[in-house]
């Protein structure tokens, strides 16, 4: 069983354009929504997180979007530049708990095409 | 401020035989997680270290695998007796403890490659 659901699996975008990539949640306890830039050989690296309260969270030209109700977010990348490729994985925890274990998606893997 | 380490970067052995990953945390780190990742899936959650005591060891996926934080420094990680299916990317995290909350940022190390021929 899959918690967190993410798509697409590969996205190619030219340079400037807009990349988005979506992300589903089954369990309602989650209240932190990470998402994680990795670049090949490298491990995952925080990039931008949101929590329930708020519906759009935005730094620079990344910007999560919320939707409780529906359970999903996304992640919106404005300006796409051929720096910004890499594979970008979603993410959903419940803080404050015993364990705030992040639980990944599936990774979306991003080329951006100069 | 060194990052979190993890050695080695790539293993390559047999089935049947023994293979220890390490890592060292971010110095002044009390969380310790070990995920993994399969090609193309999700990073799967293996277990959780607060300090030296195991606090989640529910995605361990049998009792081949055996995690250890002595003296709440390092970590290892040993898969005894390697199987084909234990390939893969294995990367351990850490983060700061405020509490009884763990709200720290999760600082990932670059992930120690294990292929299992």
């Known amino acids: 069983q899959q918690q967190v659901k993410q798509s697409p699996q590969s996205l190619i975008v030219q340079k400037g354009g807009i990349s988005i990539i979506n992300c589903a949640y089954e369990?309602?306890?989650?209240?932190?929504f990470p998402w994680y830039q990795q670049f090949p050989g490298k491990g995952p690296a925080l990039l931008i997180a949101?929590?329930?309260?708020?519906s759009e969270k935005k730094e620079g030209r990344f910007t999560i979007s919320f939707n409780k109700s529906a359970k999903q977010f996304s992640l919106h990348i404005m300006d796409s530049q051929p720096g910004d490729s890499a594979t970008y994985f979603c993410?959903?925890?419940?803080?404050?708990?015993?364990?705030?274990?992040?639980?990944f998606g599936t990774g979306t893997l991003l080329a951006v095409q100069p | 401020e060194a990052g979190v380490t993890q050695f080695p970067s790539h293993s390559v052995i047999e089935k049947g035989q023994t293979v220890t990953l390490r890592c060292d945390p971010i110095?002044?780190?009390?969380?310790l997680y070990w995920y993994r990742r399969v090609m193309g899936k999700e990073i799967k959650f293996l277990l959780h270290?607060?300090?030296?005591?195991?606090?989640?060891e529910s995605g361990m996926p049998n009792n081949r695998f055996l995690a250890e934080r002595t003296g709440g420094t390092y970590s290892t990680l040993k898969v005894q007796p390697a199987e084909l299916e234990d390939s893969g990317v294995y990367f351990c995290?850490?983060?700061?403890?405020?509490?009884?909350?763990?709200?720290?940022?999760?600082?990932f190390g670059e992930g120690s490659r294990l292929t299992v021929l």
């Open positions: 995290a850490s983060s700061r403890r405020w509490g009884l909350l763990n709200t720290g940022e999760l600082f």
């Open positions: 369990n309602t306890a989650f209240d932190y």
């Open positions: 949101i929590r329930p309260d708020v």
């Open positions: 993410a959903a925890s419940r803080q404050g708990g015993a364990t705030n274990k992040l639980i």
């Open positions: 110095s002044g780190h009390d969380n």
């Open positions: 270290f607060v300090k030296e005591s195991k606090q989640d």
